[in-house]
T-cell receptor, first 113, second 113 residues
Framework: DQQVKQNSPSLSVQEGRISILNCDYT??????FLWYKKYPAEGPTFLISISSIKDKNEDGRFTVFLNKSAKHLSLHIVPSQPGDSAVYFCAASGSGSARQLTFGSGTQLTVLP | EAQVTQNPRYLITVTGKKLTVTCSQNMNHEYMSWYRQDPGLGLRQIYYSMNVEVTDKGDVPEGYKVSRKEKRNFPLILESPSPNQTSLYFCASRTSGGYNEQFFGPGTRLTVL
């Protein structure tokens, strides 16, 4: 049973418009959430994160929103650029000492010029 | 340059032939981890290590072994590979404190025939 779900395998957006990537989780013990970006033939790279005590975190063109009651988070990219085309993974961390990450299945974002 | 390196990047082998995938990091990180990425399943953790000589199972440890004799190295061992271990493998590392921004290696594409 997947505890972190990304229900959209792919998303296409026009350059300059907003990209919204969604993620749902089931485990209420998760207290920290991250987004990773992955280009082909490379490892995932950290993009942005949010603690469960916040509902929004912004870093340049990237904003993550957390709705704890709905167990839902989203990543907004504004404006979208062709270089943003990649697979985006949502991940969640529990409070144990190892703070292991549980990943979603990823969403392929394609930004069309 | 701070990085996580993996070798080999690509490997094709046959069922039952023991293999080792090496992982090394130069950031003096205490925590290291192995993941496999499969279509529709995202990244799943195989094993992790909190420090030298301290290892523990992740979500999918069956068929794998690891060792952590030195802080910088964390090899993944497949004693008797099977076709269901065909996958894309990532090594990652992070510091032991704080939240979970992991640094990933470039990946190893393994095919078991």
């Amino acid at each position: 049973d997947q505890q972190v779900k990304q229900n959209s395998p792919s998303l296409s957006v026009q350059e300059g418009r907003i990209s919204i990537l969604n993620c749902d989780y089931t485990n209420s013990m998760f207290d920290y959430f991250l987004w990773y970006k992955k280009y082909p033939a490379e490892g995932p790279t950290f993009l942005i994160s949010i603690s469960s005590i916040k509902d929004k975190n912004e870093d340049g063109r990237f904003t993550v929103f957390l709705n704890k009651s709905a167990k839902h988070l989203s990543l907004h990219i504004v404006p979208s650029q062709p270089g943003d085309s990649a697979v985006y993974f949502c991940a969640a961390s529990g409070s144990g000492s190892a703070r292991q990450l549980t990943f979603g299945s990823g969403t392929q974002l394609t930004v069309l010029p | 340059e701070a990085q996580v390196t993996q070798n080999p990047r690509y490997l094709i082998t046959v069922t039952g032939k023991k293999l080792t995938v090496t992982c090394s990091q130069n950031m003096n990180h205490e925590y290291m981890s192995w993941y496999r990425q499969d279509p529709g399943l995202g990244l799943r953790q195989i094993y992790y290590s909190m420090n030298v000589e301290v290892t523990d199972k992740g979500d999918v440890p069956e068929g794998y072994k690891v060792s952590r004799k030195e802080k910088r190295n964390f090899p993944l061992i497949l004693e008797s590979p099977s076709p269901n271990q065909t996958s894309l493998y990532f090594c990652a590392s992070r510091t032991s404190g704080g939240y979970n921004e992991q640094f990933f290696g470039p990946g190893t594409r393994l095919t078991v025939l």
